[in-house]
């Protein structure tokens, strides 16, 4: 289904070539300070056509807040968003009507609902996260508010072109601890904060860019200041929602949180994070951060990162040998250009899933935390 | 909160030292063949104290159906079971009533609920996993009949020592096509079917057993058979749902699917599968399956297959310097022995929870199916 | 939450003076046919303006659907529409500045959300109830195409002018059995097919309107068609969601089904249904209907009917003596004209909400029977 | 399903013949004192056999805490319990082999589920309620703690003879506002605390049961001292919902809270309940109560009260004229004693059901009111 949270809940719709694409947002609290101006921000950053590196494509995606605001105050109720479709150009997907694109959704959205679109995956369309970040701009503003959270996003790979991401190593912890979103913006389009790999990648999108081809890459985020205590412990736990919000992104194909995969390397004498005590907030915390801000499902207080690996490209302007719907070997080539990496404007929208997920927990959490107090006393 | 799952549901209680741990499964179709027999064998393949290499604690945890059957047959209400907590040895654990153990539940436990039990980090206890074995279980039986598909986890790593999970090596994807879990189990402790690998691995564990120490490692599961058309597009891609399922066991760090963190640096044109022709099915299938049997969300008829990382035990013989839960410096050691790597266990876990993710898209999509139908006419 | 259903789920935003109210659909099976001229209709029959009997404020109330279709045909992906909001006409409620109306959501609103909107009870307003309505009409394509599906709802009463409801009197059941649409709507605005009654509750709607008072009324519905096995035994029966629904609508005072609260008086030995054998269907039926088509929650294949109570409308032109906000003792008097029975209006909203209840039944007891048939093999 | 709830939720699991009966309480708070103590009374209090108007069957129905508690206190996980099924006797229903029972659930199962129970109706059984009365129990703990809330159900009606329910009327306002449980226990097995009516009630179930038939009843329910702004306002009403929990109760036939059906023949001018300073509390209330405690959805701190219909038990020993499953025309007598009047039974599964409506909505309106103070600063 297209919703997604509890008490803090995203319902979106739209896909490529309808009139609007946009989103419901439930259980925004009252008496949030709430504008188009909190939500366009994320939505810029997350759209094409921003730099020679992406594609030409330029979606103004101005948002219209419909309902559940009033002189600039949030109301409790629903709120209403939508972004127009403009520049749909369908003809550019013409050949579509006869091949099924290698690794899109067209034929398997043709299996599962029996119909086909001439967008082709339909709601696989990246335009469904519009209703994402607008949502997650919202949330993001709620969590600042309640305990100072920040989210930023960069990209940690391109391609075999990597940051160093061991979670013993000192300059990535630093990097997680201090970056920011307007840093990772400054540094250009690749979003990369580390300078030393930076370059190189950026060399790497021109090389598959100029050979019509694609290249993936990772996303790597970091949460600072979440609050303590986030997390159902089984089914719900706190990674585990943040899994399902990341793998639930157009082109993903992984998730790790923490020392991740690297991680099992690590023998548990090393790998254990030991309790120091914290004389400043008087109380304990990790001295190491293998575990990536979450024990047993629930945020501890030290800065929760994650990664996110990010496919190549589907849509490619070369070539490529497949066959049409109806079985019959044939040559499909994209028209037009695409984006050699969509990698670096996956940022806004990992920033934003995470935030859908921790105002979600959050909420709940409060709600415990008075049950709490309610039957000590 | 303790359930999963829209249209099959399971919602699991019990922590290591309460009576019982169990489950009620909701939404098991009516008329199903159903007794104890089905249920126990992947209890008893979870279980320790099956090897030299694992935990001597041997619970014989039988299951009890409560309801829901009769003469053998599901009635489709809803399934109550349970297995007694018989070898608890809250002893063993008395140290921790001064020290929260590093990179347990311990402390989060008590920050997120005020309270602190004797089992420590109560329902982050791998016992809490009976609960979804044995409705996994019953998945199975229902995924079987409906399309026999056959879900085979195995262990591809342990530390360093790994399998080549190179989604285009032939090797890999002939493991995948055909490995048993009689195959699995039946080449030792370790569960890796993969000759070249497997007795440097039980080294492995070996070295860190004497060191008193710990070693992840990761499982691979590949689902064959799996029905096209399962996932929901948006939010609970089948991927996603995947992933929320594997990240939510105990001790995991990562989940990636298909081509994974490694398919990122593998340009577009080498990583789209092609479409062919299959005569044999008068369909098209793909050429290679770098997409891990999934295309936007929704299963495309390959063989689905994914990893999960399971981080070293934290658990460890040896001392470690940390804290109480007082702030004052000192050295904890878990009595008693542990495992060394829990990683072969997570095993029939990770087939459980895959059943559970697939029966339930399958029954949603069946509806849909059923919606397409009328629709036509 | 806004969100009503499982597999087919609407949910709804927008209040009174807002740019637009509207809602999403989703989990709408792909192929149906469906433009907004399927949706028009139901919109209009609960529009206001309609009649002398009712309030003037002509919204036209133009339903446009946003994504979801393509070339008439749905496409499986959630269905976005919206209504403008128009004719908002703040002014003629200035005087709930300083006024919480008596028997309104103003009061309560602020005390549950801490912040006060213009339109005084914010979502309690009649208008939220589009969004439900336009979801209503997709819904009952669906029913019509599943079984033939017929659902029609009519004023059974207006203040003490009632037809007489006993589940036992053969004019009642013939009404409940081929009552149409049309016939509700062309015996005037009232919307009472039993014309001995039908003068009498215009004359006593008349004479509230010029009393400037208000009065309340009871709408009755039938299912004609339902598919049997529809509904869930336990918490989700069919009469449960059905009370959940109608209760959940504005202005409403109860629900009963079947032979209702009169039934508590009729001795077991003629309230039970006797099952005949019924020759034309070649299955059993019952002779009489006192359980109003549901036995155990589940629908038995007889007519389902139930009854809504709508109490007096709780805006009214006259002078009311009560309090400001403030405390200060004070009279509020509702400016403009306003419906001195919202009864009738009300029956296409009771018949979208019974035609939500349906259809995600329907689809959820879809997917059970395809269990049934793989667990047979 | 069989779930029900949000952020407090109980499945049940268990009908007549299986081993046990029971549910999982998942969300309850950490650090309340729990113990069975505190849940058997309402077990007691639902059980038959208690008195010489009900049925001799003496289930003991002793709960079995399987985890969520340590020391006396709820650790914050999942709560099982459980009761055995002792007195199963399924010999007294064996003539339901050959005849679906009328008005019972054993034709609608079978067409449902495609199988046939040897309890017939199976998940229809009294016997479910066990685990919401279990259930609705620590709800009620916490309530009390959390506001003093107190919930009193009571029979308002056996067949024609009532308790006058008019709003308006003080004394019957005045029995809601003092009533408690052991006044209704009493007042002997009817369970009515009008002593004007009491005998005539008595005397009829008497009748009906010397005529080997059955008859209905009301049960009427207050809900004091409930939290202000409880209730969510759109498809979440606090009636709504309290309906939902009310018809999902097997033999119930209607809802109304407040001035009810009643209410739909009061005019606006005398129904609407006028605000008035309440100088002890520092804060409006309403001088009338037709509203029920709720407007717009909400609770606004007035007494909640409703009635519930329960039609006449359908398993009456006198001979029925009916069919069997083949369709053949037979006679069914039940064998054995049966309620004549289950009505009083119902008495504290309304209570219990109204206290986990109540606790799920008081946990998410605590999370909104945590979300508009953070908005605040």
Same mark, same amino acid.
């Given at each position: ?5 509890t008490? =803090?809940?995203v319902?979106t719709?739209?896909?490529?070539h309808?009139?609007s694409?946009?989103?419901i ?11 188009e101006a /909190?939500i366009?921000p994320?939505l ?17 995606d101005q ?5 559940? %605001? ?9 709120i ?6 403009? /520049?749909?150009r369908?003809? +550019?997907?013409s050949? &579509? +009507? ?9 034929w ?8 086909k679109?001439t967008?082709?995956g ?6 469904? %996260? ?5 949502a ?8 600042a ?12 790979s391109?391609?075999e ?13 630093k990097?997680?601890?201090?970056? @920011?979103r ?5 540094v250009?389009? #690749?979003?990369?904060?580390?300078? &030393? #790999? ?11 860019? +100029? ?8 996303? &790597? ?11 159902e412990?089984?089914? /719900? ?11 639930s992104?157009?082109? @993903?194909k992984? =998730?790790?949180?923490?020392?991740g =995969? =690297?991680? %099992? @390397?690590?023998p548990g ?7 120091i005590f914290d ?6 915390? @990790?001295k190491t951060?293998n575990?990536g801000? #979450? ?5 501890n ?6 990664s996110v690996?990010f496919?190549?490209?589907?849509t490619?302007?070369?070539e490529?040998? %497949?066959v ?5 070997d044939?040559v ?6 695409? +984006?050699?990496?969509? &990698? ?14 921790l ?6 959490q409060?709600?415990?935390e008075?049950?709490? *107090?309610?039957?000590k *006393?």
């Amino acid at each position: 289904m297209s919703s997604f949270g509890t008490l =803090f809940r995203v319902t979106t719709y739209g896909e490529s070539h309808c009139k609007s694409v946009g989103c419901i947002v439930d259980g925004c609290p009252p008496g949030l300070e709430l504008s188009e101006a /909190d939500i366009q921000p994320q939505l810029s950053r997350r759209r094409p056509g921003q730099s020679k590196l992406s594609t030409p494509r330029n979606e103004k995606d101005q948002v219209h807040i419909q309902s559940g %605001t009033e002189n600039g105050l949030s109301l409790g109720s629903p709120i209403g968003m939508l972004v127009q479709n403009e /520049d749909h150009r369908p003809h +550019d997907y013409s050949e &579509t +009507d006869l091949y099924p694109r290698p690794s899109h959704a067209d034929w398997t959205y043709i299996q599962k609902y029996g119909t086909k679109s001439t967008s082709g995956g339909g709601r696989s369309s990246a335009r469904e %996260t519009i209703g994402r970040v607008a949502a997650g701009a919202i949330a993001e503003k709620i969590l600042a508010k309640a305990n100072g959270v920040e989210i930023v996003a960069f990209v940690s790979s391109i391609g075999e072109i990597a940051m160093d991401r061991n979670p013993l190593d000192p300059k990535f912890q630093k990097i997680l601890s201090s970056i @920011t979103r307007e840093e990772v913006d400054a540094v250009g389009p #690749v979003r990369c904060p580390d300078e &030393t #790999v930076r370059e190189e990648m950026v060399k790497v999108i021109e090389k598959y860019r +100029d050979a019509k081809d694609s290249i993936g890459g990772v996303v &790597t985020c970091v949460i600072r200041n979440c609050p303590i205590g986030l997390g159902e412990p089984c089914f /719900d736990k706190l990674e585990a929602t943040l899994a399902h919000a990341m793998l639930s992104l157009p082109a @993903t194909k992984g =998730f790790e949180f923490g020392s991740g =995969f =690297f991680g %099992t @390397t690590i023998p548990g004498s090393k790998h254990n994070d030991p309790f120091i005590f914290d004389e400043s907030n008087k109380r304990l915390r @990790t001295k190491t951060n293998n575990s990536g801000g #979450v024990q047993g499902g629930i945020s501890n207080g030290e800065n929760i990162y994650f990664s996110v690996a990010f496919k190549s490209a589907a849509t490619i302007s070369q070539e490529q040998t %497949t066959v049409t719907y109806e079985g019959k070997d044939g040559v499909l080539a994209a028209r037009g250009r695409h +984006d050699p990496s969509v &990698t670096p404007r996956a940022v806004p929208i990992v920033e934003s899933m995470a935030a859908l997920v921790l105002v979600d927990q959050l909420l709940i959490q409060k709600s415990r935390e008075y049950g709490i *107090n309610i039957c000590k *006393n």
